[in-house]
């Protein structure tokens, strides 16, 4: 645990029968700070998640809060709450009664309760919406009230298990937000599950990014984004195209030799340990440049010749498919580059990232 955890796991292991799920992971989180826990379906972030309310049990493994081992406490006793995905409204209760209900197993007083409810339904802009039921509410202000009923019981640490994928995509992006400025008005420590890239990008201070129970990456979303530690990270952060190359470092350099459909180059080395010689490039979409056939390269970085064969618009920037050695590259690009046409593909260096070949993604 270093000394500025606040949330510390550690080696945290857990299988269903033969299947592992978490293979020793291990997180730090400081007191304050929201953390994304993200990945696809079936990585382990919801069971790691539950394992830290306390819901879930662990094979083996400790888990500390402010020092304290918690790992065998109920949940009731780790000062934690839990938003579900589903909400878990009780349809017969109203929004007052649901805000309050925690408060009144822990036997406060009907007076302090009212006080807090009304409160809570202040800070959460539900005014005026203590006396509905679920069936009469929106689904943003549904999940307000699950929020509500979670930091009513003034927990240390805030567990959000993908709390907006009900959401429609309008709402998502203003609620998000909403709990992003609530968890700092609060300055409430704060997990949130979600399989959404851009949602943990713009929501957490910290990403931990997992891949089949282990912690594949774990930093700001700038330094997950803009240097991915493996190819399975730069995939999921979106730098899916991929192309084969044939180079190796030298001094504070990577040399690329000439391929069949590249020019060699030089890129900076920038802290990459490749042994090589085959090495696999990855970039985003939006990082690549088009350009005319024959074009020179605006400046370091790989070029490579191709024939666009599809061009799309998806909104604001023209999506290319551009066939590059018998693989197909997605570009975007400001004009629209016809069907059939040779063209230059340019990516700047700072946005190519270099692996070894055999990196699975």
Not at 84 to 107: C, D, E, N
Request: net charge neutral; charged share 20%; with cysteine.
């Amino acid at each position: 645990m270093s000394e500025t955890s606040f949330l510390s796991v550690r080696e945290a292991r857990l299988a269903f029968g033969r299947t592992p799920v978490l293979n020793g992971v291990a997180i730090d989180v400081a007191r304050g700070e929201f953390v994304a826990l993200l990945g696809a379906s079936g990585c382990g972030k919801t069971t790691l998640l539950r394992a830290i309310a306390g819901f879930q049990s662990l094979d083996s493994g400790a888990i500390r809060v402010a020092g304290r081992d918690v790992t065998a406490e109920p949940p009731e006793r780790r000062g934690m709450a839990l938003v579900f995905q589903s909400y878990a409204l009780w349809p017969h209760m109203t929004v007052a009664a649901t805000i309050g209900y925690g408060l009144k197993l822990r036997g406060i007083a009907r007076a302090e309760i009212e006080r807090r409810v009304t409160a809570m339904l202040a800070l959460l802009g539900l005014d005026g919406l203590g006396g509905r039921k679920p069936a009469e509410l929106s689904g943003g202000q549904r999940q307000r009230v699950a929020l509500g009923r979670a930091l009513a019981v003034d927990p240390e640490i805030l567990l959000l298990d993908e709390p907006l994928s009900n959401l429609d995509a309008r709402i998502r992006l203003t609620v998000r937000h909403e709990i992003r400025a609530l968890q700092r008005r609060l300055g409430i420590t704060a997990i949130h599950v979600t399989h959404d890239r851009e949602e943990a990008m713009v929501m957490a201070d910290r990403i931990v990014i997992l891949d089949h129970g282990n912690v594949a990456q774990a930093g700001t979303p700038e330094s997950v984004y803009n240097a991915p530690a493996s190819a399975f990270v730069a995939a999921f952060m979106g730098a899916e195209n991929v192309l084969p190359l044939r180079g190796a470092r030298v001094g504070d350099a990577i040399e690329i030799a000439e391929g069949p459909d590249h020019a060699a180059t030089r890129v900076p080395a920038l802290g990459r340990r490749l042994g090589g010689p085959e090495l696999q490039a990855r970039f985003r979409p939006e990082a690549a440049k088009l350009l005319p056939a024959g074009a020179a390269a605006p400046g370091p970085g790989l070029t490579a010749r191709g024939t666009v064969t599809a061009v799309s618009y998806p909104g604001g920037l023209w999506r290319h498919a551009v066939a590059i050695g018998g693989r197909d590259i997605q570009v975007d690009a400001d004009a629209a580059f016809e069907p059939g046409l040779a063209v230059t593909l340019f990516v700047p260096a700072a946005a190519l990232f270099l692996f070894e070949a055999g990196d699975p993604a």
